[in-house]
């Protein structure tokens, strides 16, 4: 149900790999919670797919197709959310890319390139962007980052993944620092094994991986989408008003043993 009491009432929201999995389940939850939306992937059809229902529930919802990795989609995406809604508010850089079982000296730069640009680059493009929206509107703003637990250990991805990860949380930190005194909040979600749809094709291919992906989970079990989330609507709401800066795992106590 869409709401205009709801925790991200008033504010607008660009969400980024927005098509599937964990983008999408913020997009539906963020507009329940009141949020307008800018949502931005690669492929503009499927985002269409994820936008109709909430723009038939009354939510506000903008379609920027486009690539992370290339500035000027960033820009353009960036420039939506204040043209079309008045401001940027908030932001999800939640596009990524990974994958495992390739030992190191095996992979070729194009892997290397790929999977560094979209982790790393996407971030940086956004966050280059987000911000100077932010300190333009004046009343600050909460942007939020999507690491991994292969952010903080070496998981079984690939080594450029891993590497990847971590880099983003140095760039929310970084972020957090040099601008927290202009009301802008920087944080990352430390994010397990999550079943989306990138998930369950893996799973369908090699099953047996499943055991591996939950065996040092606390809980037993991958998240759910909307449980990811549902944690970065908390971190960009008021409520989170005194975090920043923060590495905070969604991972089914994962990162705690």
Sequence with gaps: MITDRGMLSGRTIMITGASSGIGAAA??????EGAALVL???RADVLA??????TEAGARVAIAAGDVTRPADVERAVAMAVDTFGSLDA?????GWGTGGTPL????EDMYDRVMDLNVRGVWNCLRRQIPAMLKGGSGGSIVNTSSTAGIVATGAVAPYVAAKHAVLGLTKAAAMEYGE?????NALVVGSTRTELMDE???DVPELEASFTARAIQKRMAAPREVAQAAAWLCSDRS??????????DGGWSAI
């Design 40 to 42: 931005m992937a690669r």
């Design 202 to 204: 893996l799973l369908q």
């Design 27 to 32: 997009a539906q939850l963020f507009a329940e």
């Design 105 to 108: 000296h095996e992979l070729d």
């Design 91 to 95: 932001a999800f850089n939640n596009a």
């Design 49 to 54: 797919e994820v936008a109709a229902p909430l």
């Design 182 to 186: 202009s009301g802008i909040r920087v």
């Design 241 to 250: 008003s005194f975090l920043t800066g923060a590495a905070m795992p969604v």
